[in-house]
């Protein structure tokens, strides 16, 4: 592979080749809308993304730029270096064109669709313009030099777009991008602070090359995306389909508590058509709030069906549920999964309370 020197000029060229694409900036209301549901946040730190390489971090680390919760602020707090912020800060008077991190895709590479930069609490000092690039490695040899700052294997997947302090922005690309990446380079010019950083896109998994290994088909990495839901009051639903069993409350879904007849549910749309074998309903970390019983349901669509959707068939009935527990089901639980294949499944939760992780295992229909 060639590795040729990048010079302060070509960034600029770069990160300017692809703004006069179709890119529509979204309005703050409309962020979560538009992108959430529809497609997974390909940065984000539960997945495994990492930092690899930035020109600069001496304000507040870039490692913040990737984690999963809101900014905050933290008024009158001082470090060694200055005012404390939570988001990624570099120095004043930067000689280059932009300041830079590069960063590794927590999934095996995906499809771009959009990009969220928010500059909350950074006023006076945020990002005056930002611009992200992409590029697909597969070796480690390779990653050593996407590392660097003359790496010219770059990409443009958004060109230069303005920010303002201390809000959200938010672009939807004209389309999917027909490449995918393993890393991205967020560009910021030419210095100052961000917040947040997502990455709005579809993974694209490797899947087991033989179609009898079991692997889990509603995670994440593998392409699963929770789609919708009842209520996500206390917890997200897309918290459900992250690797591990988490920390603590805050990263599983939980809904808020009711009275009188009622159910919770959630929906899911597996990373590929299979043939479920095994489901794993964990409530780490719920141990008063954890739902009475859950029941599980799957479907075949080609549109993202809804709750009362008449074509989902019950798999699982409904099962005792209890504290801080991995319940799994295998087969013998299971019913109407034995040589049928399905696209979605519905984890349903009665009658509301908290779920840490809902698994999906089986093999390519």
């Not at 997502?198 to 889990?216: I, N």
């Not at 799957?298 to 009362?308: D, I, M, T, Y």
Request: hydrophobic letters at 35%.
């Amino acid at each position: 592979m060639e590795i040729r020197t990048l010079s302060p000029e070509d960034v600029k060229e770069i990160a300017t080749a692809n703004s006069s694409s179709q890119v529509r900036a979204i309005p703050i209301d409309e962020i979560d809308t538009t992108f959430k549901s529809q497609f997974t946040d390909l940065i984000s730190a539960p997945l495994g993304s990492r930092i690899l390489s930035c020109s600069d971090e001496w304000f507040a680390d870039a490692s913040n730029l990737v984690t999963p919760t809101p900014p905050i602020r933290k008024i009158g707090v001082f470090t060694h270096a200055g005012a404390w912020y939570d988001g990624w800060e570099t120095r004043r008077h930067n000689t280059e064109p932009a300041d830079w991190v590069v960063i590794r895709l927590g999934v095996a590479s995906g499809k771009v669709a959009g990009v969220e930069v928010d500059t909350a609490f950074f006023n006076g000092n945020h990002a005056p313009e930002i611009a992200v690039e992409g590029c697909f490695v597969a070796s480690e040899a390779d990653e050593e030099e996407v590392k660097k700052a003359g790496y010219k294997g770059w990409e443009s997947i958004l060109g230069i777009q303005e920010c303002g302090p201390s809000q959200r922005h938010g672009w939807l690309l004209e389309k999917l991008t027909e490449k995918a990446y393993t890393h991205v380079r967020l560009l910021m010019y030419p210095d100052g602070g961000i917040a947040r950083f997502r990455l709005y896109g579809v993974a694209v998994p490797v899947f087991p090359q033989s179609v009898d290994e079991v692997f889990e088909l509603s995670a994440t990495v593998m392409g699963g995306v929770a789609t919708s839901c009842s209520d996500q009051h206390f917890g997200t639903k897309d918290n459900l389909l992250l690797p591990g069993r988490g920390k603590d409350m805050g990263d599983g879904w939980e809904t808020k508590r009711t009275r009188g007849e009622h159910v919770d549910w959630v929906i899911v749309r597996l990373g590929t058509k299979g043939e479920i074998d095994k489901i794993i309903i964990d409530t780490a970390h719920f141990r008063g709030n954890f739902p009475q019983k859950v029941q599980v349901f799957a479907g075949v669509f080609e549109k993202e069906p809804g709750n009362e959707d008449k074509s989902w068939t019950e798999i699982l009935a409904p099962q005792k549920s209890g504290p801080d527990k991995e319940h799994e089901y295998g087969v013998e639980a299971l019913k109407e999964v034995k040589g049928k294949g399905y696209t979605h499944a519905k984890l349903v939760i009665i009658p509301d309370g908290g779920v840490k992780r809902f698994r999906v295992f089986g093999r390519r229909a």
